[in-house]
């Protein structure tokens, strides 16, 4: 059974910090580039930023860039997504996505940006 579980979302003021993780289970999850999205209320899905199979390549959305690193350890199966100097604008339910034509879903972590 496949499974993408993020954490590490919650409430933080503008400014600060948080570091998302997504725990990749029942499929090789080194074999697979990966993404994170992420879904503002009453917004369409964003793509945010991806990364390659062995973590060389990566890319961001332009909103994110220069403050958001994505990063994954094949040998823990897990995606990482570090946002710094956070905006309200950041507020969404982050998701991570991959596998096989990116046909995997994690059930999504909230981030609250808010003083």
């Known amino acids: 059974q496949v499974q993408l579980v993020e954490s590490g979302g919650g409430l933080v003021q503008p400014g600060g910090s948080l570091r998302l993780s997504c725990v990749a289970s029942?499929?090789?999850?080194?074999?697979?580039?990966m993404r994170w999205y992420r879904q503002a209320p009453g917004k369409e899905r964003e793509l945010v930023a991806g990364i390659s199979v062995a973590g060389g390549i990566v890319n961001y959305a332009d909103s994110v860039k220069g403050r958001f690193t994505i990063s994954r350890d094949n040998a823990k199966n897990t995606l990482y997504l570090q946002m710094n100097s956070l905006k309200p604008e950041d507020t969404a339910v982050y998701y991570c996505?991959?596998?096989?034509?990116?046909?995997?879903w994690g059930q999504g972590t909230q981030v609250t940006v808010s003083s």
């Open positions: 996505n991959g596998g096989g034509a990116y046909k995997y």
């Open positions: 029942g499929f090789t999850f080194s074999s697979f580039a």
